[in-house]
């Protein structure tokens, strides 16, 4: 047997995400231990939602991780291009030739034509799927409409009658039935392909040979098996992972658990514990041990130990092998640890430029600058309650900043954060000290301290994004008629500058 090929495939719309690590822990395993080869390939077909930033994150986040890769966009290869943008030509050609030898169809469908067909499927108790009107078509009006630059698809063709038998490497023969599966759109109208046709193409010209990726995939893979048996090409060996679980035992979420990577490297997870604990989350060592190095793993990894159900990622257990792994660190080894965590030259120039007008003694940096090293204030209501703003007022305010967090993490610098936050102070008609006050108590644990914009710069959007969810569950978040309303207020606002309300760029302190 050829020693395999295995590849992870993230789309940098956002934070990289735990789950990402998680499947490529498993991916990376099994192909080194097999002797095989790795692949990172950037899946950016969502072009209004994907960047090179999001991308540079998730290059350094594997990175940092140690799961490092054989070809990939960064590196190259023999196969690539590794980005889905750079393969525009290749989809194409292959979705031409699928409508050509009648696998797949050209649909005229309008969304409204769409929503209208699923709307009275629904009414009918029907899984909502395309009804395959365009089948109906004769060769000569579809020329005609396409002549005329009608806006069109192109779809998959999808049996009507009978089952799919996926051959899963954890689950055996799962069948699953085709009045289940959509005719799923391969082309767009703008010419871009779908997730589907791409990745299909992809994990074939990349010739690789196991598939290993989560759960909720499971039921696209007839339409991906149907891609290889139209276009006359041996499918991968397909692997489906148990999902990551909230300890609800809902899908992993930020809501519930914090899912960047980069908060557990900014939180001070070591990368060794992190990947110690998310392989414990789906295997085990055939000794049971919970403490294992990434090599341990890879010298006795085997698919065939990998868990089936959901396996609920606990901080706690997190907390307690990260601990395990610091202990056994030298005094010296710790020292570099903490200096490439926060204890770095260009942090603490930072974080020193503005503590040091507040300090007296030495000994007063740990109170004053505590909270920069990544433990969250303790606080508590009353702290809130301190303050002059009413609860509701602040609740909107740090509703607000979340969401400002969130939309800015490619964008994450102190004059960006200060002009959206002067701003929802005019848009919420507040001053701008009782604006920002219960940023400070959220982001400092103090109700004034060093410039809680700069504070925020310094922290990063992760710390940032937990600490103002730790206070909305502090003081209670907004009801759901509020956060509509919040949400018209600020895409009203949309992103005015301090200019526009008058600041002379100066917080409130």
């Not at 980005?83 to 409508?99: F, G, I, T």
């Not at 990349?206 to 696209?220: P, Q, T, Y």
């Not at 008609?429 to 504070?455: K, M, N, Q, Y």
Request: some cysteine; glycine content about 6%; charged content about 25%.
């Amino acid at each position: 047997m050829s020693t395999p090929r295995t590849r992870v495939a993230p789309s940098p719309t956002g934070a990289p995400h735990l789950g990402t690590a998680y499947v490529a822990l498993f991916n990376y395993a099994y192909a080194r231990s097999m002797g095989g080869s790795f692949v990172l390939r950037i899946e950016d077909t969502d072009q209004q939602r994907s960047s090179v930033a999001a991308e540079q994150e998730i290059i350094a986040a594997l990175r940092w991780l140690g799961l490092n890769w054989d070809e990939g966009p960064d590196i190259g290869g023999d196969v690539g291009p590794y980005r889905q943008s750079e393969r525009s030509e290749r989809y194409r050609h292959y979705a031409e030739q699928l409508v050509a030898s009648e696998q797949a169809f050209y649909c005229f469908a309008t969304p409204q034509e769409l929503a209208a067909m699923r709307e009275e499927q629904r009414a009918r108790g029907e899984t909502p799927r395309y009804d395959g009107r365009a089948l109906q078509l004769s060769a000569t009006e579809v020329a005609r409409r396409r002549a005329a630059g009608e806006p069109h698809v192109i779809r998959l063709k999808v049996p009507d009658v009978g089952a799919c038998e996926v051959n899963d490497l954890l689950r055996g023969a799962v069948s699953i039935d085709w009045r289940q599966v959509d005719m799923q759109v391969l082309l767009k109208a703008d010419g871009r392909p779908t997730y589907h046709l791409a990745n299909v193409v992809d994990d074939h010209e990349m010739r690789i040979s196991h598939v290993v990726r989560g759960e909720e995939w499971l039921s696209s893979t007839p339409k991906h098996l149907l891609l290889y048996q139209a276009l006359a090409w041996e499918p991968p060996q397909y692997c489906h992972l148990p999902l990551l679980r909230n300890p609800d035992h809902s899908k992993l979420s930020k809501r519930r658990n914090p899912t960047s990577i980069f908060y557990y490297r900014d939180k001070g997870y070591l990368p060794e514990a992190l990947l110690n604990y998310l392989a414990r989350m789906g295997w085990s060592m055939p000794d049971e041990r919970e403490r294992f190095s990434l090599d341990e793993l890879i010298e006795h990894f085997e698919l065939s130990r990998v868990v089936l159900g959901g396996p609920v990622f606990d901080l706690v257990k997190l907390d307690w092998l990260n601990g395990q792994w610091l202990r056994e660190l030298s005094p010296l080894e710790l020292q570099r640890r903490l200096v490439d965590w926060r204890l770095n030259p260009e942090l603490l120039s930072a974080a020193l430029e503005h503590l040091q007008p507040r300090m007296e003694r030495l000994s007063d940096l740990v109170p004053l600058g505590g909270f920069l090293l990544g433990a969250p204030p303790e606080v508590d209501e009353a702290h809130y309650r301190a303050l002059k703003p009413p609860l509701e007022r602040q609740q909107a305010v740090l509703q607000w900043a979340l969401w400002e967090v969130e939309e800015r993490r490619f964008d994450f610098e102190r004059d960006a954060l200060f002009n959206a936050m002067t701003a929802a102070a005019g848009a919420l008609e507040l001053s701008l000290r009782d604006c920002f006050a219960p940023l400070f108590v959220a982001i400092t644990g103090r109700p004034s301290s060093i410039s809680v914009v700069d504070a925020m710069a310094m922290l990063g959007p992760d710390l940032c994004a937990e600490r103002l969810r730790t206070a909305l569950t502090t003081i209670g978040a907004p009801s759901k008629k509020t956060r509509r309303q919040l949400e018209v207020l600020r895409g009203q606002v949309g992103k005015a500058s301090a200019a526009d309300v008058g600041s002379d760029g100066r917080e409130p302190e």
